[in-house]
């Protein structure tokens, strides 16, 4: 059996202005991850007072995943890994609590202990393959703030580039504005780049956020228990990728995301795979611009998240058909946009 593990929760460094595109305005950006929690868990908000939509119209990429959840069935578990709203999903906890602004010089107290217990749990789950996925606005900063840390900004940037490079959940992806605020984040803490080198947890407490550390922490179990893993996301699951390197664990690897981080100019999926020994899968849904969401994601948003590269993954191996996809993505966005009652209870 295969089961997409959520890992759900907030850092305040997305309340930077400009860094985030996951909620139509500032003051929702809080309620985005319990928000996606629920629509994969029910197929649209039941607590959360907001439907998670840009500030352009684009819906989060939760409803790819529940239009694939819909069609393929499979189980799903939300790790609670520091949600500053509560959800209506069923989570586990495993004592993470919200990140501070990166900033900050110890913004991510918990990182240490939400590893270690995440660990515990990866190691017990049952099945065959896990796909481990995140929801956290702001969480493509925070994850260059660990690959720089741990001396890695450079493995996902294109040949030529500048080091630092991450995708992002805005068209215009705002790179200079995150790496001034890693910049910031490290002189914060006191590292310089490549400080934590070895130490990902350094990297994770100093410059990261709680839910990078619960996806480690849960692929490091799960990997103990020789659990397939599948990285489903994208650039933050290179960061995670990065921090399981770093602890010495060479056991391979799959990262599972979406065609539009790969048709990002700002990094390089393959050479950062090439470099982290991981087997990359890269699925294009296949999207026409006839409908607002797809419209959106052809232009470059969101472009990844909630599991979205991993649940299009399974989908492509099941051989679910791309018109079925569609219709998928069109009825869930639609019931999510309307407020409708539908989904599951």
Known sequence: MTRLVLAAGSTRTAAIDGISAAAAAPDRLAHTPAADAEILAYGRPVRSPVA????????????????????LSFPVTVVDS??????GAPTVTVGARPGDDIREPDPVPTAPGAFAAARQFGRRLPDDELLLAETVPGGTTTALGVLTALGEADVLAPDGAD??????SLADNPLGLKRSVV?????????????????PLVALRRAGDPVLAVVAGLAAGALDADTAVT????????????????RGRETPLRLATTAYVDADPAVDLEGAAEALDLELTITDPGFTDDHPAMAAYERGEA???VGMGGALALADRAGLPAA??????????????????????
Request: glycine residues 16%; negative net charge; contains cysteine.
């Open 231 to 246: 990285l489903a996301g994208g650039t933050q699951l290179v960061a995670a990728a990065a921090c399981l390197r770093h």
């Open 52 to 71: 998670p939509v840009s500030p352009d119209g684009c819906p989060t990429p939760a409803v790819v995943t529940r239009a694939v959840r819909e069609r």
């Open 303 to 305: 472009k990844e998240g």
């Open 183 to 199: 910049a910031e984040a490290l002189e914060a803490s006191g590292l310089s780049p490549g400080a934590a080198a070895g130490d």
């Open 163 to 168: 080091a630092g490079a991450v995708s992002g």
């Open 324 to 345: 079925d996809l569609r219709d998928g993505v069109r009825e869930v966005t639609d019931r999510l946009l309307a407020g409708d009652e539908g989904g599951d209870r």
């Open 82 to 87: 520091g949600l500053a709203e509560p959800t």
